[in-house]
């Protein structure tokens, strides 16, 4: 079974500064997508940013980023210039083709970025 | 403007009552999911639908059932038999045609009190 690994419950960062969370996923599959998700306070998941497996260079959305490094299955996200507004429970995700049919997203138990003014 | 609806945003029952959580989608996406969501565990899928009248189980489908009559939504109806009901719920829906399929938009979430 494909599995999503966040090894950090917590991070904390002080405004401006920068901060990477980690995520390791385990997939069998040669086609696969990985995701990044905030939920603030609001609880309203967003997504963050995205990357393509098949793609060798890292994707970018502004001030988030992230370290793809497929042979290590190891995506981390890195927020540049942390913000206030950036606190919030981030998740990482694999998309799980579940044989075949499926576009099903496993999660990580999540990382809880607390920003410090 | 385009989302998802969940309604409400907190829903208080007793113990032994089935309930029923509304999910409405107009992205016009054909694949919707629900998810539910506990301290510590992340997000696990509970039931997902690809297309009009069919569904499948997720990772955590005892105690729950859904239905799919039309394309915009989703009901999830929590049953007597779910042992630890009290949780947040979120709804998701994702496009099979055009776009991102592999991208999942979500709805504000209900947050279910079974006392």
């Known amino acids: 079974a494909q599995t999503v690994t966040q090894s950090q419950p917590e991070m904390s960062v002080q405004e401006a500064e920068t901060v990477t969370l980690s995520c390791t996923y385990d997939?069998?599959?040669?086609?696969?997508?990985l995701f990044w998700y905030k939920q603030p306070p609001s609880r309203q998941m967003i997504l963050v940013i995205r990357q393509e497996a098949y793609k060798q260079q890292n994707a970018t959305e502004n001030r988030f980023s992230v370290n793809f490094q497929k042979a290590a299955k190891s995506f981390s996200l890195k927020i540049s210039d942390s913000q206030l507004g950036d606190a919030a429970m981030y998740f990482c995700?694999?998309?799980?083709?579940?044989?075949?049919?499926?576009?099903?997203?496993?999660f990580g138990t999540g990382t809880l970025l607390a920003v410090q003014p | 403007d385009g989302g998802i609806t969940q309604s409400p945003k907190y829903l208080f029952r007793k113990e032994g009552q089935n309930v029923t959580l509304s999910c409405e989608q107009n992205l016009n996406h054909d694949a919707m999911y629900w998810y539910r969501q506990d301290p510590g565990q992340g997000l696990r899928l509970i039931y997902y639908?690809?297309?009009?009248?069919?569904?499948q189980k997720g990772d955590i489908a005892e105690g729950y059932s859904v239905s799919r009559e039309k394309k915009e939504s989703f009901p999830l109806t929590v049953t007597s038999a779910q042992k630890n009901p009290t949780a947040f719920y979120l709804c998701?829906?994702?496009?099979?045609?055009?776009?991102?399929?592999?991208?999942?938009?979500f709805g504000p979430g209900t947050r279910l009190t079974v006392t």
């Open positions: 997939t069998s599959e040669s086609d696969y997508y």
């Open positions: 998701a829906s994702s496009t099979r045609q055009g776009g991102n399929p592999y991208e999942q938009y």
């Open positions: 995700a694999d998309r799980s083709r579940d044989g075949g049919a499926t576009n099903k997203l496993i």
């Open positions: 639908s690809q297309i009009v009248n069919d569904f």
